[in-house]
């Protein structure tokens, strides 16, 4: 809303969080913490950042002013990974696996993403659209400002298309902003059942363009995947995403190691999510790039594969984000405290380094880092105020929604 001024002040720790994004190796333990701090916002950005103390002199009854005192104040969370508009359940899925059948068994079989290109290519629009919205509003109450979302549960034209107007309705219509990824490649749909390089052909000639056309998506993403889309297959069809102009996105070394991270590294992939069996050639490769490496620990948490070797990419250099995966099989939770949770405790990552991955350089991985993911001069105001005084909460409460209140181009949106 034009005109409308906000003031934080008294932020028992203020982290901004700011600097050059990515934010690669050992950079990532810089958050830029004030202590005692304050923030201005008008029209929506941050005009003013720096310790309470040192505030311009203002006249509180013009502002909106919001006392912080005992209160942490963070960049919004930004979800680089998700799946969110979809339609029906997997429950029963998910105890098929713990009863050991493996996740590209089922998919093999017709079931897992399968299961939900039916149920999606049944929903209408408004019905995906009150789904997806519901399911915004709660990512909103853990601090998420920024979300991306993924089609890929259509896996035809008209569905795939559908799934993205769904976020375009939305991002009109709710505080969250959505990042829209065409996912076409996320599974062989049963049409094409056997005939794989016909599917990729058929996206690249009819869907993609008309993708395109309609502007509708930022990324193209595959899932890169044994007996799904080979390496071959992948880069085909990036290369043609990235021809009219979308930026590539891959599921990649997710369960079996087959140099998805060296495809991420080879096309300068915006990012190189999951990894969980990245080879060391392959962070070696990532580290040489600006390629995040968005680590999805909810998932290996859910399929009880092994977790992603952040420590080893980290100290080669790699930019990490952290990010959830919210989808109906192979991870049904959006908890950005489970997150933080299980990167420390499983990946060795310190919570200042989770702070980053969930801020900086999530918003790097969606290509917005120059807009969102700091709290710096000039950056469009969306900020998390936790209900304690120490990022460290974060992960110390662990599995808790620690959010107070959020904010959202300087609104406050939750609380
Ligand atoms: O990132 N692996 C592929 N895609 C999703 C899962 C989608 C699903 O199971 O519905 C993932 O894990
Ligand atoms: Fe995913």
């Not at 105890?95 to 590209?104: D, E, I, K, N, V």
């Not at 991306?148 to 993205?164: A, F, I, N, V």
């Not at 595959?222 to 290369?239: D, H, K, N, Y």
Request: include cysteine.
């Amino acid at each position: 809303m034009a005109g409308k001024k906000l003031l934080i002040k008294h932020a028992a720790e203020l982290i901004t969080c700011a600097g050059p994004a990515p934010k690669q190796g050992p950079a990532m333990g810089d958050i830029g913490m004030i202590p005692d701090g304050a923030l201005l916002a008008e029209d929506g950005r941050i005009s003013w950042v720096g310790p309470t103390a040192a505030l311009p002199a203002l006249d509180e009854s013009q502002w909106e002013v919001i006392d912080a005192a005992g209160q942490c104040v963070l960049p919004g969370f930004v979800d680089s990974h998700t799946h969110m508009v979809f339609g029906g359940y997997r429950a029963e899925e998910f105890f098929w696996r713990l009863s050991g059948t493996p996740y590209l068994e089922i998919l093999e079989r017709g079931g897992g993403i399968l299961n939900t290109v039916e149920a999606t290519r049944a929903a209408s629009l408004a019905e995906l659209k009150e789904l997806a919205g519901r399911r915004l509003r709660s990512m909103l109450a853990m601090g998420v400002t920024t979300v991306e979302g993924k089609s890929g549960y259509g896996l035809d034209k008209e569905t795939e298309l559908r799934q993205l107007a769904v976020m375009a309705e939305l991002n009109r219509e709710q505080p969250v902003e959505i990042v829209p990824t065409f996912m076409g490649a996320h599974a062989v749909p049963p049409e094409y059942k056997g005939r794989t390089d016909a599917y990729v052909d058929y996206l690249i000639a009819e869907v993609l363009p008309a993708v395109s056309a309609q502007g509708i998506a930022e990324f193209c993403d595959v899932f890169c995947e044994q007996g799904v889309f080979s390496l071959a297959q992948s880069r085909r069809l990036l290369t043609a995403a990235k021809g009219l102009g979308l930026k590539a996105k891959l599921h990649a070394d997710e369960i079996v190691a087959l140099g998805g991270a060296e495809l991420a590294a080879e096309l300068e992939a915006c990012s190189a999510d999951h990894l969980l069996q990245a080879s060391a050639a392959g962070i070696a490769a990532l580290g040489k790039k600006r390629t995040v490496a968005t680590l999805l620990p909810m998932t290996a948490f859910c399929l009880r594969e092994p977790y992603a070797r952040a420590r080893a990419m980290i100290d080669s250099g790699v930019a990490v984000a952290l990010a959830t995966d919210y989808n109906p099989g192979s991870c049904f939770s959006h908890s950005i405290p489970l997150v933080a949770a299980l990167a420390a405790i499983q990946l060795g990552m310190t919570p200042a380094e989770v702070v980053t991955a969930l801020t900086i350089n999530g918003a790097a991985a969606v290509n917005r880092a120059d807009r969102v993911g700091s709290l710096e001069v000039g950056k469009q105001a969306d900020a998390v105020i936790l209900e304690y005084p120490s990022h460290l909460f974060l992960v110390y409460h662990a599995g808790m929604n620690l959010v107070d209140k959020v904010i959202k181009q300087g609104q406050l949106s939750w609380s």
